[in-house]
Structure formats: structure tokens, C-alpha cells
């Protein structure tokens, strides 16, 4: 056990090490933020100061600013109205020198703000807009018969719809929630009249619909800057004023949302775009299937051994001491009940981010079924069988061995079957904190809301959860003696 | 020899084994008889240290059973339960030997040891590489006499050892016992609730009701010489009826 903390400590101090030289640029996993982080990732291989290292997808907001602070990322794309609601918590902060100021105690800083803002605005079809003479949101006041569909976090958030329709007064009752993939249709169809938009989604340069003018300023400012750490910036100068040089006001709303109709709406990859946009060279680079999936069982092997050396002890210990072992298995289903991609982002500032967090996460979400099992088959042994050992004077690793671990050997297997498949599960959601394996492609492709890149990630992993599943009952005929098997 | 002084075990509020006192003789076969719940099985689960007394004092020849002694006794007891208590998972071999791995045999000499038992038991040798499923219950009876009988105990506890048997090979093993018991001059303590079987087995016999020794004495003395009237009773209860012994 301590040899394996040991183990994992060495892992995780070499994967820093390795890091420090190079530089890191993270991103957030949805389309926009990937196109921009590829953007830096190929301006800061063009000056060619130091190696790049991509740590596109780290899920949202938490878990890629802990990466930042904590040292495991340099720079990632962010929000201004982000910065002061979500990392500062002072949703008064607006001007930049401000921001810069309050973000310095950090060890962070900011670029220039590149052009685009992604704030909330609303949005109608263009033939409407004539007809009804819209322009702005204060003409809807005239109309308070048309019918909106909003997305779920539009409808709840103070400066979402609640604060806009104080705001400006607005009259529209009939309104209701959905999911935002789908307003667009929605509205195109027909069904509805107004939708919440943002302003650089792709959609918004194909469909033929007319974004209402924020007159009265109510959405927050939400323009795009780079967060980057004070000592990246300072021992990377080079770098960090090629990307403010290249990129400060160069990519205004229209462009961005181009470019995010490029990838969502014409299938090309974050590469691809960012590549375009640059005047580079346009490269063919995409996942391939073979190294997700080496790296996948990686992800599974490992926690899965990790899991089985550790549960299997922690069984045994919880089946020998009733009170230890309820605490014991307390703690375990404890463990259990925070949610996996909670459990990946607290292993952030213990681990950093990438594979050695992952594996300690999904480490400790594989105990439960282990443990329990081991603990069920171990205390369920018919108590004459015991009792007779006892008798015989069998004791020690004869009786563990011989009689105890056998006759709980096909719950154990249970277990581990369990903590097996579910870890594959699991171990898809490694991606969020950089872990890689068939995640990556569930993670891009949530992000792009392409099902396609999606399945491609998600059948892959249900056919090794099935391939580990057999492979397991393979396995039964090894572990458990032939007359207890079914 | 075994002795129990003055032994009283509870179970919650019940007393199983109230001031019970007994003494086996070495060399000597006792049957303790009486009804589930006499506190009968109690007695060798005190014996084996498995269960420690309220009050009293048990010795198995002359050594206390106490927590600090136990593994000294238990090395003079051979045990043998209802269906014999085999490991599923283990070979007949390798259930019987197990006593013998936990003094740390010699493979030789464990196995000389075994060959030896099963001729003795009368257990055919092609069957100690089955598996206890693949046994009859007499046969894994029989396996686990050899394995009680391994480290060659002086003392020999059997509970209910015929219990789950059929008719047949029932008598047929109750024939073999006494036999048995007769030539390896052991110490031996037999419990049952079948008349009958005490009344082949038992020199003495130890008629126990609710914890309590209501009479002790040889067959003959509890039929003629009943204590109370439970005795003649719980004797006749199991008799076979007059009209049938007479076509037998």
C-alpha cells in the first residue's frame, strides 16, 4: 500500500517535471474554446520557444481554472464576465485594469481582449423582424403575444431571462424551457418566436434570424481574453507577445462564430479551422481509434489492479472487524456517492491533471463493488466450515488461502466483474482532466453536439466493457475451483 | 477422559447447559441422548472450546479448556459433524489431509497416513479424488472420519454424525462405528437423538432434557430403571411398534 502511494507519488512528480519545459495550453470542452486553444497552440509552436503540450476538453469552468492555478496548464482561452463572476466571485468587476489587478494576487494574468464576445442575446426569424419592425429588445415590449423557447440555464440565471424581462419590462408570458441544440429549429420551424442565442454560435451565420440589439445593456460583457500564469508570461516572453501581437482584437464575433459554424455545422476539425485561420498549411489530424484504445485499457487496467490490490485487503480487514469494517464500508460508499467527474476535478491540486489523476479516481471509484463483494463472500461462508477449520487448528495464510479466499471467490469475482465494466464506464470520463482514452471523443463530440464523434467514443467503450466482460468470465474458470462455479 | 464440573452455559435469558458434570473415562464411549435443544451439541462445543462457559470447568485429559490452552486440546480431538462439513471446493484427498498440512506433513507420510484411513473407514481409493458433490452422504461421512482421525486423536467428539443419512447406509455405518470405536480404543463422545444408535454405541448414556442430565446409566438402567417419567417416555416415543418387530 505505501509502496503504491510511493509509486504513484514518483509518476505524478515526473509527469510535472516533464511538463515545466513545455508549454501547456488548456481549453474548456466546447467548440469555441477548442478552435481558440489550437489557434495559441499553433502560434506558440510558430515561435518555437518551447514544445506544446495541448490540454484541450478539461471539462468547465472549475476544473480548467484549478488546472491554471495549480500550475498543470499556462494558458487557456476565458471570459471576462467569467473571470470576475466565477474565478474573482465579484460580479462588479468590468474594466480590464481592474480585472488584471484583482487577478494578479493569483499568480495570474490576462491578455487584450481578442475581438469576439460570447454573451446571451435574443434572437427572431428575419421575415418576423420585418414584418414587426424588431431591432431591438425594447420593440418586443410592443409584442407581448409572441411565444419563446430558452434554454434551462437562460430560464433560471438572475442575468438570464428573470433580470431581462425586469430590465426592459417585457410582457411575453408564453414562454418555456429547451435545451439550447434545439431552439434553433424550434424557431426556424416556426414553433416559437424568440429564442436565447449566443452570440457567436455558428448557427447564427446559416439560419436566416436577426439577433435583437442588447439596447438598453443588460447581458454582461463576456469578451474573450487569454488567462494565462504571471510566470508563463514572464518566462515565455517571446510567446506571450506573439499571441497578444497576432491575436488581440484580431477575431471579432462574426468571425468567431464562422469559425464554430466551420467545425458544428461543416464537420471540419478544430485543426482544420484553426489552421485556415492562421494561413496555415491545412493538416489531416484526427483520432485515431488504436491509441484511444491502448489507452483506454491502460486507464481501466491500471485502476482495476490498483483497486483489486487495495479492495481485496480492505474486504478482508472489514470482514475480520465488524465495527472497523461497517466504518470501512461507509467510507467506501461514501466515496461512491461523489460524482465521478467531481471525484477526477478534487484530484486536480493533489495530482494535477492527465493520466495520474485519472487513474487514482477511478482507483478509488472501483473499490466499493471490490470491497463489498470480497466483505459479503468472506462473512457469508457457511459458519460450520469455519467453525471446522477452527477445530483443525487451520489458521494464517492456510485458512485465507486454502479455505477462506476460495470459498468467497465467486462474489469476490462478482466484484471485480462489477468495478470492471463500470470502470470502463467510468474511465470515459477521464477526458474532462486530460486523461485521454475514448472520453476524448465523447468530450468533443458533446462539445461539437455531433453524435456521430460521440458514438465513436461510446460504442468503442460498450464493446470493451463487453469484450472485459467475457474476458472476466473467462477468468472465473482460473480463480474459482471448479465444483463452486455455476 | 473428559470431565465437566458444575458447567453452565446461557444463551440470552435460556440456559442451554445448566450445571451439567460429566465424566468420560478414557477408552470409553458415551452417548448423549436427548431432544433438539437439550443442549447436547452445547456440551461438545464447550468441549472444543468453540464456546466458552458461564460458570464451571471442563478438562480433556487432565488439560483445561481455556483460550490459552485451546490449541493444545483441539490437538487431541478429532471432530466429526452432520454431513461431514467438507470443503466444497476441495478434493475428498485433500479435505481429509488438511490437518495433517496444518501440522506441516511430509507429503509421504500424509499420504501413507491416508491410505491407511481409508482402508480402515472402508473407503473406496478412486473416490479421494472426487469432489464432496460427487460423493454419497455416507461416503462423505466417511471422508470425514478419516479426517478427524488423521493426527490420530486421542479423543473423538460426533455430532449427530448419522443424522442426514438414508436407512441404509445408516445402519450399515452405525455397524462400522461401534466396530470402530471398539478396536481404536478411543475416548469418545457420540451425540444423537436416535434411541436406537445409543443403544449400540453407548456403554454409558447421558440422557440430557433442557441443559439438564435427567438420567445416566446403561440402556438397560434407563428402560428398567427409569429416573422420572420422561425417560420411559422419551425411550419408547422411538421404539418400534411390538406388531412390527414380530414380522422383522
Do not use: C
Not at chain 1, 215 to 231: G, I, K, N, Q, S
Amino acid at each position: 500500500m505505501r509502496r503504491l502511494t510511493l509509486a504513484l507519488i514518483i509518476l505524478a512528480t515526473a509527469t510535472h517535471a516533464s511538463a515545466a519545459t513545455a508549454i501547456r495550453v488548456g481549453s474548456k470542452s466546447f467548440t469555441e474554446n477548442y478552435i481558440v486553444a489550437e489557434i495559441v497552440a499553433r502560434i506558440a509552436e510558430e515561435v518555437g520557444e518551447a514544445p506544446v503540450q495541448r490540454r484541450a476538453g478539461l471539462g468547465g469552468t472549475g476544473i480548467v481554472a484549478t488546472a491554471l492555478e495549480s500550475g498543470e496548464i499556462d494558458v487557456y482561452p476565458e471570459y471576462t464576465g467569467t473571470i470576475s463572476r466565477a474565478i474573482l466571485k465579484d460580479p462588479s468587476l468590468t474594466a480590464l485594469p481592474a480585472l488584471r489587478a484583482k487577478l494578479a494576487p493569483h499568480g495570474l494574468t490576462m491578455s487584450a481582449p481578442l475581438g469576439f464576445a460570447n454573451t446571451y442575446a435574443l434572437a427572431v426569424r428575419r421575415s418576423m423582424a420585418t414584418r414587426l419592425q424588431l431591432k431591438s429588445i425594447s420593440d418586443l415590449r410592443r409584442h407581448p403575444e409572441l411565444t419563446a423557447a430558452f434554454d434551462p440555464g437562460f430560464l433560471d440565471r438572475d442575468d438570464g431571462w428573470p433580470g431581462l424581462r425586469r430590465h426592459y419590462g417585457l410582457g411575453i408570458t408564453n414562454f418555456r424551457g429547451m435545451e439550447h441544440a434545439l431552439t434553433y429549429r424550434a424557431l426556424a420551424g416556426g414553433h416559437v418566436d424568440v429564442i436565447d442565442v449566443f452570440s457567436t454560435d455558428g448557427q447564427l451565420t446559416r439560419a436566416d434570424i436577426v439577433v435583437l440589439e442588447d439596447d438598453r445593456r443588460f447581458f454582461p460583457e463576456y469578451a474573450a481574453v487569454l488567462l494565462a500564469h504571471t510566470a508563463f508570461t514572464q518566462e515565455r516572453p517571446r510567446t506571450w507577445a506573439a499571441l497578444q501581437q497576432r491575436l488581440e482584437g484580431r477575431i471579432d464575433t462574426t468571425t468567431m462564430a464562422r469559425l464554430n459554424a466551420e467545425v458544428e455545422l461543416d464537420g471540419r476539425t478544430f485543426a482544420q479551422v484553426a489552421a485556415t485561420f492562421l494561413g496555415q498549411r491545412e493538416v489531416q489530424r484526427r483520432h485515431e481509434l488504436l491509441p484511444l484504445t491502448l489507452e483506454h485499457l491502460m486507464l481501466v487496467g491500471v485502476s482495476l489492479a490498483v483497486a483489486i490490490v487495495v479492495g481485496v485487503p480492505l474486504g478482508l480487514l472489514a470482514a475480520r472487524h465488524a465495527l472497523l469494517g461497517q466504518a470501512e464500508l461507509l467510507g467506501v460508499g461514501l466515496l461512491q456517492t461523489i460524482p465521478a467527474l467531481a471525484l477526477l476535478a478534487f484530484m486536480i491540486p493533489l495530482f494535477g491533471i492527465g493520466k495520474v489523476p485519472a487513474l487514482v479516481a477511478l482507483s478509488l471509484y472501483a473499490l466499493l463493488p471490490i470491497v463489498r463483494n470480497t466483505h459479503a463472500g468472506l462473512t457469508s461462508i457457511d459458519a460450520r466450515l469455519l467453525e471446522m477449520a477452527s477445530v483443525m487448528r487451520l489458521g494464517g495464510r492456510l485458512r485465507l488461502f486454502t479455505i477462506e479466499l476460495p470459498l468467497a471467490s465467486v462474489t469476490i469475482m462478482a466484484g471485480i466483474k462489477t468495478a470492471a465494466v463500470l470502470t470502463v464506464g467510468t474511465a470515459t470520463l477521464a477526458a474532462f482532466i486530460g486523461g485521454g482514452g475514448y472520453g476524448t471523443l465523447i468530450v468533443t463530440g458533446l462539445a461539437l453536439n455531433d453524435v456521430r464523434t460521440i458514438l465513436a467514443g461510446a460504442i468503442p467503450a460498450a464493446l470493451m466493457a463487453l469484450a472485459i466482460h467475457f474476458l472476466f468470465e473467462g477468468l472465473d474458470r482460473l480463480v474459482v475451483p471448479r465444483p463452486l462455479r455455476h | 477422559m473428559i470431565a465437566l464440573r458444575d458447567v453452565t452455559k446461557q444463551f440470552g435469558a435460556r440456559a442451554r447447559v445448566d450445571h451439567v458434570s460429566l465424566t468420560v473415562e478414557r477408552g470409553t464411549t458415551r452417548v448423549l441422548l436427548g431432544e433438539t435443544g437439550s443442549g447436547k451439541s452445547t456440551i461438545l462445543r464447550l468441549i472444543l472450546g468453540l464456546l466458552t462457559p458461564d460458570s464451571g470447568a471442563i478438562t480433556v485429559d487432565d488439560v483445561p479448556v481455556t483460550a490459552t490452552s485451546r490449541r493444545d486440546v483441539l490437538q487431541r480431538i478429532g471432530y466429526v459433524v452432520q454431513e461431514g462439513a467438507l470443503y466444497p471446493h476441495l478434493t475428498a484427498a485433500r479435505n481429509a489431509t488438511l490437518p495433517a498440512r496444518a501440522e506441516g506433513w511430509e507429503a509421504v507420510r500424509t499420504g501413507a497416513r491416508l491410505v491407511e484411513l481409508a482402508l480402515l473407514v472402508g473407503l473406496d481409493q478412486e473416490l479421494l479424488d472426487r469432489y464432496p458433490a460427487e460423493l454419497s452422504g455416507g461416503q462423505r461421512q466417511r471422508v470425514g472420519l478419516i479426517r478427524a482421525l488423521m493426527l490420530d486423536p486421542p479423543v473423538l467428539l460426533f455430532d449427530e454424525p448419522l443424522g442426514a443419512l438414508d436407512p441404509i447406509s445408516r445402519s450399515e455405518l452405525q455397524g462400522e462405528l461401534g466396530r470402530l470405536f471398539r478396536e481404536l480404543h478411543k475416548t469418545v463422545v457420540l451425540v444423537t437423538h436416535d434411541v436406537r444408535e445409543a443403544f449400540l454405541f453407548g456403554t454409558t448414556i447421558t440422557l440430557l432434557r433442557d441443559g439438564r442430565i435427567v438420567q445416566e446409566g446403561t440402556f438397560a438402567d434407563l428402560a428398567q430403571r427409569p429416573a422420572e417419567p420422561f425417560v420411559a417416555e422419551f425411550l419408547r416415543a422411538q421404539a418400534p411398534p411390538a406388531a412390527m418387530t414380530a414380522y422383522l
